[in-house]
């Protein structure tokens, strides 16, 4: 069983930047395809970027292409998303995900088996 922590988020304004991490608690951290997801108020869980569990392979929504970045730390079972030039559209609950023996290449809610509990972005205009 995986259990995964977000933190780093908070309230920026419109152009700032954030960076989120997600720590993983399990030893088979690295054999994990790691995602982040968020959902902002009456929408539907949406896919923001994903990492393969050898780091070769990352994939990004068109929305936040070019301006969020995702990596990962094996050593401190730690994955991060880099957020730049934030815009008012990026509000949202952001969540990390798991899925074992991932590629990198999954993009779907149900694709991942295991959730953190959320954190919160907030970009002011």
């Known amino acids: 069983q995986e259990q995964l922590v977000e933190s780093g988020g908070g309230l920026v304004q419109a152009g700032g930047s954030l960076r989120l991490s997600c720590a993983a608690s399990g030893p088979t951290f690295s054999a994990y395809a790691m995602a982040w997801f968020r959902q902002a108020p009456g929408k539907e869980r949406e896919f923001v970027a994903v990492i393969g569990w050898r780091g070769g392979i990352t994939i990004y929504a068109d929305s936040v292409k070019g301006r969020f970045t995702i990596s990962r730390e094996n050593a401190k079972n730690t994955v991060y998303l880099q957020m730049n030039s934030l815009k008012p559209e990026d509000t949202a609950v952001y969540y990390c995900?798991?899925?074992?023996?991932?590629?990198?290449?999954?993009?779907?809610?149900?694709?991942?088996?295991?959730w953190g509990q959320g954190t919160q972005v907030t970009v002011s205009s």
């Open positions: 995900a798991a899925k074992p023996l991932g590629t990198g290449r999954s993009t779907g809610v149900s694709d991942y088996s295991y």
